[in-house]
C-alpha cells in the first residue's frame, strides 16, 4: 500500500478557529490532492499541487488554503472554520506519469466537526 | 471544463442480478484518463481500473467489465452476478489536461441476499 497518512484523522473544532490537516506521503510522488466528502456531493476537489510550492485550486476553494514546502507533505488549512465545512476530507496522491493518468492513492480520511 | 455525471444516486439489485453503473464525462482534451473507484463501508478508496482516450477497448476482470465509448462520452461499469460484498459507493473519475484528477458524486449499490 501506498504511503499515504492524515492527520489528524478525527478533530472537533469550533466556529471561527482556524485549522490545518495534514497529508504525509512516503512514495515522493509528485501529485497531491485534497477533497472534500459530503452526502449527495461525492468528493469534490478543494486543492491540488503538481509539486513542492506549485499548487491551484479546485472546484471549491473557498474558505481553504494549501501549502507545500516539501515533496511529502501537503497542508489543508481552513483559515476560519464553519459549519459548512463539517465534511470527510481524504488527502490523495498520483506519480503523474504517463501524462498524469495514473492511479490515486489515498489517505485514510479526516472526519472534521465544526460546532 | 472538466465534468463526470453519474446520474444513478443509488441502486439496489438482489444477489446474482448484473448490474451496471452509468458514467459520462465531459471534457476539451483529446487526451484523457477515466477512472472507477470502489468505496466499501469502512471508507477507503479502492482503485478498480484505469482507461485512456486512445484505448476504446472493453476491459473485463472477473464477474467485472467496463464499456467505453467515446461517441457518447460514457465509461460505464457492470458487475455480473452481483454479490453481498460489493455492495459500496462506486466513483467515476476523469483527469486530463490541467491534471484536475474529479470524480462523480457516486453510486451507492446495494447487493441484497
Known amino acids: 500500500d501506498a504511503g499515504i497518512t492524515q492527520s489528524p484523522r478525527h478533530k472537533v473544532t469550533e466556529t471561527g478557529t482556524p485549522v490545518t490537516l495534514r497529508c504525509h506521503q512516503t512514495?515522493?510522488?509528485?501529485?497531491m490532492y485534497w477533497y472534500r466528502q459530503d452526502p449527495g456531493h461525492g468528493l469534490r476537489l478543494i486543492h491540488y499541487?503538481?509539486?513542492?510550492?506549485?499548487?491551484d485550486k479546485g472546484e471549491v476553494s473557498d474558505g481553504y488554503s494549501v501549502s507545500r514546502s516539501k515533496t511529502e507533505d501537503f497542508l489543508l488549512t481552513l483559515e476560519s472554520a464553519t459549519s459548512s465545512q463539517t465534511s470527510v476530507y481524504f488527502c490523495a496522491t498520483t506519480t503523474g506519469a504517463g501524462a498524469g493518468g495514473t492511479e490515486a492513492f489515498f489517505g485514510q480520511g479526516t472526519r472534521l466537526t465544526v460546532v | 471544463a472538466q465534468k463526470v455525471t453519474q446520474a444513478q444516486t443509488e441502486i439496489s439489485v438482489v444477489e446474482k442480478e448484473d448490474v451496471t453503473l452509468d458514467c459520462v464525462y465531459e471534457t476539451r482534451d483529446t487526451t484523457y484518463y477515466l477512472f472507477w473507484y470502489k468505496q466499501p463501508p469502512s471508507g477507503e478508496l479502492v482503485f478498480l481500473i484505469r482507461r485512456n482516450s486512445f484505448d476504446e477497448q472493453n476491459e473485463i476482470s472477473g464477474r467485472y467489465s467496463w464499456n467505453f465509448q467515446k461517441s457518447t462520452s460514457s465509461f460505464n461499469f457492470t458487475i455480473t452476478a452481483s454479490q453481498v460484498v460489493d455492495s459500496a459507493v462506486y466513483f467515476c473519475?476523469?483527469?486530463?489536461?490541467?491534471?484536475?484528477?474529479?470524480f462523480g458524486t457516486g453510486t451507492r449499490l446495494k447487493v441484497l441476499a
Open positions: 499541487s503538481y509539486g513542492v510550492k506549485d499548487t
Open positions: 473519475a476523469l483527469i486530463s489536461g490541467t491534471y484536475k484528477y474529479i
Open positions: 512514495e515522493n510522488h509528485r501529485y
